[in-house]
């Protein structure tokens, strides 16, 4: 089975930094990937990592340690835009279907 | 393209009536999938299909049917509506391959009373 843990809530400030955990725990890996879902709205797509390291994209970089079952999602610069609940999903050893943590609820304030 | 639409957006149901909540998506995917979200919770996975007339269960697909007659849509059907199904329904498709993301339609927002 999988478990995926991430904070419930975090605040910021714009124009801060902020990261994000993941810990999760599976008895097969096969990638994990990253959605921002604004409140009232559908998941999309951020970020995916399948081998440890950084992957960065603009303004948003993800990080991952296979070893230590264990990722992060920085936002730099954060923009009011950015409030919004960060999802983690991992995907499972020879499967299509990815699991998903509760999300955590980022509110950036002026 | 729309990406992956789904009707209706909203839906009041009576406890013990059914209804098929539609999903459609033009991107010739050939993975699709159906997921509840309850407040504070991740998405759970109810059903999902790797192509038309291939259907499987999820993690949570008690008191739903599914089918895929076609590429373009797999519609979910509830049976004997109950108030735990009262939840947002996303419905999400994907090429086969593991760094492949899902896409998502917009959602139902499904009220049981």
């Known amino acids: 089975g999988q478990n995926i843990d991430q904070p419930t809530e975090m605040t910021a400030t714009e124009g801060a930094i902020v990261q994000i955990n993941c810990t999760y725990q599976?008895?097969?890996?096969?990638?994990l990937f990253w959605y921002q879902q604004h409140a009232g709205e559908a998941p999309t797509f951020l970020s995916y990592?399948?081998?440890?390291g950084l992957e960065e994209k603009g303004r948003f970089s993800s990080f991952l340690s296979r070893s230590k079952g264990y990722s992060y999602l920085l936002l730099k610069e954060l923009q009011m835009k950015d409030s919004a609940s960060y999802l983690c999903?991992?995907?499972?050893?020879?499967?299509?279907?990815?699991?998903f943590g509760t999300g955590t609820r980022l509110l950036v304030s002026p | 393209n729309a990406g992956v639409t789904q009707t209706p957006k909203f839906r009041i149901l009576k406890i013990g009536q059914s209804m098929t909540l539609q999903c459609t998506q033009d991107m010739n995917h050939n993975y699709m999938y159906w997921y509840r979200q309850d407040p504070g919770m991740g998405l759970k996975l109810i059903y999902y299909s790797v192509g038309a007339g291939i259907t499987d269960k999820g993690e949570v697909p008690n008191g739903y049917n599914v089918s895929r007659s076609t590429t373009e849509d797999f519609p979910l059907r509830l049976e004997l509506a109950a108030p735990s199904q009262t939840s947002v329904y996303f419905c999400a498709s994907s090429y086969e391959g593991t760094s492949i993301p899902q896409y998502f339609g917009p959602g139902t927002r499904l009220t049981v009373l």
């Open positions: 599976t008895s097969g890996f096969n990638g």
């Open positions: 990592n399948v081998l440890d």
């Open positions: 999903a991992v995907r499972h050893t020879g499967f299509q279907k990815l699991v």
